[in-house]
């Protein structure tokens, strides 16, 4: 969608083809405005892959608080 917008055409014409608002296009155009298609791809797949390590990562930290405090209580 960038390049097609750098090549010339109308933003607005763009975003109704691709069924986006404006806002959205300057989101994507200030985030992925320099990369190529490949790269953007791989920038998507690595934060996907943050963001389910984040989520085991707070899922492993409940595990472990849940663990001490059942090991704190006096039987």
């Known amino acids: 969608m960038i390049k097609e917008q750098e090549s010339g055409e109308k933003t607005a014409d763009v975003c109704r083809r691709h069924g986006i608002s404006s806002a959205t296009f300057y989101k994507y155009k200030s985030k ?3 990369m190529e298609p490949s790269d953007a791809k791989r920038l998507r797949a690595l934060e996907e892959e943050n963001g389910k390590l984040k989520k ?5 930290m409940l595990d472990n608080a849940m663990l001490r405090d059942i090991n704190s209580k006096k039987w």
Not at 56 to 60: D, G, P, R, S, T
Request: glycine share 24%; charged share 10%; aromatic share 12%.
């Open 32 to 34: 992925y405005g320099g």
């Open 56 to 60: 085991l990562l707070a899922e492993q």
